[in-house]
């Protein structure tokens, strides 16, 4: 009989979690408000010479006012809303982004439970709610909305970390599932957050090998990928060489897993290296890889090569550098097989404050193009260093720190730019604020 009433009451345990879990469920599906859902929506405007402000601004309505309807419930009612202010972050009439900025007064508390908006203030008002509105021209003075982006969640309008953009975008990256070790001289891989590892067949130096200072129980950024479809660790070896008095010469290795660890393969990088400083790899597909490799360094001068691989890691090919460019670099990557970018760190012309210092290019590397990227005259000289951009089709996120001597508002403050046309132009949107420094 014990052994019944404790199965019986384990039963009714889990039920009662199940039930629970359906409740909350169906609570955010009920009350949370997701104006994304209403999308695509498409406007006429009757003017012409509508301006994209002119646009976002019809669009907002048409998705707000609703709520401040007395037929709409409680607890997804809004007593008052006002707009601040709409802006252009990118782009002309044909193809634009804007944000919105503005503040609601909402019913019921109900409403700031299920939205994490704005800032909330004692007379029941949520201040500083930020839209960014992705909007198209699709005919004559007609428009389509096709995306909202809530960026209200910190001062600056968005969170402050790299991987936030990603996730944001669609792009997957590295979750706490996934991880290494360095123990005992051996590295280790895991799938499962920790609790089964695989050993990888590497010896721990040559992890570190080149021009890298640095402790060995931490992995050089950028060196390594690990996800369940595709690890990959750098690694570099000394050639043997005959006693020349001449240093000796690197050469790169990948060693990668398409199994989760279970077995190891080796692909090699067909050339040398004087000494290795960066070297940074990545996988935009289960078949296409990029290798990023820069050596030789003197002073502020050092030599880089882009490295391609179509066969999963296997083989890889040069496919060329950025010409007459031999900046330290900073930063680089690409979005897919094709559309890549280069950071060398701060541009420093005489007479000219510093500047970020950014090359693309859409032919998966071959050739390169500078990438202006427009500071705003208040801001020059303090967002001086590009990091690689990621991107939502062609709507692209970049950010812009302030370099490793930079001090303002603590030297962690970020400028955020978008493009619309995968990275070829990019304008200026906020600030983006980590530590919230800005609002104390």
């Known amino acids: ?113 299920f939205h994490n908006w704005g800032t909330k203030q004692k007379d029941g008002t949520i201040q500083d709610i930020h839209w960014t509105m992705r909007i198209k021209n699709v005919g004559k003075n007609k428009f389509r909305l096709t995306k ?46 920790r609790k089964h590892w695989h050993k990888v067949p590497i010896k721990i130096d040559e992890l570190f090998e080149g021009e890298y ?68 790899i990545g996988f935009t ?28 890691g296997k083989s890889w090919k040069a496919v060329g550098s950025v010409p007459d460019v031999n900046s330290l670099v900073t930063d680089g990557g690409f979005t897919n097989d094709k559309l890549g970018f280069i950071s060398f760190g701060s541009k420093n012309e005489m007479d000219k404050q510093p500047s970020p210092y950014l090359f693309r290019t859409s032919d998966g590397g071959r050739h390169w193009d500078e990438v202006e990227v427009p500071i705003p005259s208040e801001y020059q000289g303090i967002f001086t260093v590009a990091q690689v951009p990621v991107f939502d089709g062609s709507q692209g996120t970049l950010l812009v720190n302030q370099g490793p001597s930079g001090d303002f508002q603590g030297g962690k403050v970020l400028a955020k730019f978008i493009s619309i046309d995968k990275g070829m132009t990019w304008n200026f949107a906020n600030l983006v604020d980590p530590d919230q420094v800005l609002s104390k």
């Open 1 to 113: 009989m014990a052994a019944k009433k404790k199965w019986t009451l384990l039963f009714a345990i889990g039920a009662c979690i199940i039930v629970l879990i359906i409740g909350v469920s169906l609570l955010l599906k009920f009350y949370k408000v997701d104006f994304n859902k209403k999308l695509p929506m498409t406007v006429t405007l009757e003017s012409d010479d509508a301006k994209p402000e002119d646009v976002a601004y019809k669009f907002w309505m048409e998705l707000i006012t609703p709520y401040e309807e007395s037929n709409v419930p409680p607890w997804a009612g809004l007593n008052d809303v006002r707009f601040n202010k709409f802006q252009l972050l990118a782009g002309d009439k044909k193809d634009f982004a804007i944000e919105a900025t503005f503040w609601v007064k909402p019913k019921n508390e109900m409403w700031s439970i």
């Open 148 to 193: 909202i982006e809530e960026t209200s969640n910190t001062v600056a309008g968005q969170a402050p970390v790299k991987e936030h953009y990603q996730k944001e975008a669609g792009i997957k990256v590295d979750d706490e599932n996934n991880g290494y070790t360095i123990e005992n001289g051996k590295l280790k891989v895991t799938y499962d957050n």
């Open 213 to 280: 200072n640095g402790e060995q129980d931490t992995l050089i950024p950028g060196s390594f990928v690990i996800t369940p479809t595709k690890t990959a660790f750098v690694i570099v070896e000394k050639e043997r060489q005959i006693e020349t008095g001449q240093p000796e010469p690197e050469k790169i290795k990948i060693v990668y897993s398409v199994d989760r660890g279970d077995t190891w393969k080796e692909g090699s990088v067909p050339m040398t290296f004087p000494s290795v400083r960066i070297r940074m």
């Open 285 to 312: 597909s289960k078949q296409n890889g990029y290798l990023i490799v820069t050596s030789d360094r003197t002073m502020n001068f050092e030599s880089h090569v882009v490295f391609k691989t179509n066969d999963g």
